[in-house]
């Protein structure tokens, strides 16, 4: 039962023409609960061509031909959060890149369809299920605040078409000042004026873990990963099941040392 699995995925090692390794892509394994997150804020967790997927679980399902890029991220995101899946921690599919990568070549359109159609079948709740959706009194500033997050989002994408819509609709509907500070936040974040974004938070009256974990990303920007830490960890101590704070640890973990268990990852790094 351990291994009824709907897919698998496994790592890869990246290669060129002459089958020359370019680099080592290391996935991991996925919860249902990050999923929807871990698609619109970042792409594909997975090295998809690497999946295996039973039949059955792709019945009914077709690849959307008018996409140019992301049409196997798009097959993922049908049935992942529905779905069980398994991480192999191994190199088992070699990947060769070529010289004129379709990546390479595409406009702003190509490159992002797939991401706004995932974004146009999923709900702002869905989306943003760190924010207390279930209480009702803050429901408008709540959708708010997750109209400057997928802002923030996707303005880190590159999207910055979508992101510039989603401030001005957040603006338009932000009411409270304490929501208006969090948008210009969010604005000055994108901008990278990290100062600017951190006069904005500490404005804020009523801060809620979310606001804490943004402290936090605005100190760990300015270089201050110590004070960065201390806003992650109450953000964490307010809501344990927060994945942008437990992620935004490992961050600043990383920046002070990258120590992974598998030694074999940098076994051959030159020092």
């Known amino acids: 039962e351990e291994f009824d699995v709907d897919y698998a995925h496994t790592d890869m090692l990246l290669i060129n023409e002459e089958k020359q390794p370019l680099g080592y892509w290391q996935s991991q394994q996925m919860t249902k609960f990050g999923l929807n997150e871990f698609f619109f804020r970042i792409g594909t967790p997975y090295n998809n061509p690497s999946m295996i ?15 140019k890029i ?4 798009d097959m993922v995101c049908q049935f992942a959060t529905n779905s069980r899946g398994i991480h192999v921690p191994y190199p088992l599919l070699m990947y060769r890149i070529h010289s004129a990568n379709l990546t390479k070549t595409q406009n702003y359109v190509d490159l992002f369809t797939h991401v706004i159609k995932y974004l146009n079948t999923r709900g702002v709740e869905e989306l943003c299920p760190e924010l207390e959706w279930g209480i009702e009194t803050q429901h408008h500033s709540n959708y708010v605040k997750a109209l400057a997050i997928i802002a923030l989002a996707l303005g880190r994408r590159g999207m910055q078409r ?11 509907n932000a009411v409270t000042q304490d929501n208006i500070c969090f948008v210009e936040t969010m604005d000055n974040i994108i901008q990278g004026n990290y100062r600017l974004a ?5 404005e804020i009256r009523e801060r809620t873990h979310v606001e804490e974990n943004y ?9 201050d990963i110590d004070l960065a830490m201390k806003h992650f960890i109450s ?4 809501n344990p099941k927060y994945l942008d704070a437990l992620n935004n640890l490992k961050g600043v973990g990383a920046a002070r040392d990258l120590h ?9 790094l030159r020092r």
């Open 162 to 172: 979508e992101s510039v819509k989603l401030l001005q609709q957040a603006r338009s």
């Open 235 to 238: 953000a964490l101590r307010r």
């Open 70 to 73: 992301g049409t196997d991220t």
């Open 215 to 223: 402290l936090g990303e605005v100190y760990a920007l300015l270089g």
């Open 260 to 268: 992974p268990v598998d030694r074999n990852l940098i076994k051959f």
């Open 53 to 67: 997927i039973k039949r059955r679980i792709l019945d009914g399902r077709r690849f959307d031909e008018m996409l």
């Open 198 to 202: 951190l006069l904005s938070l500490l």
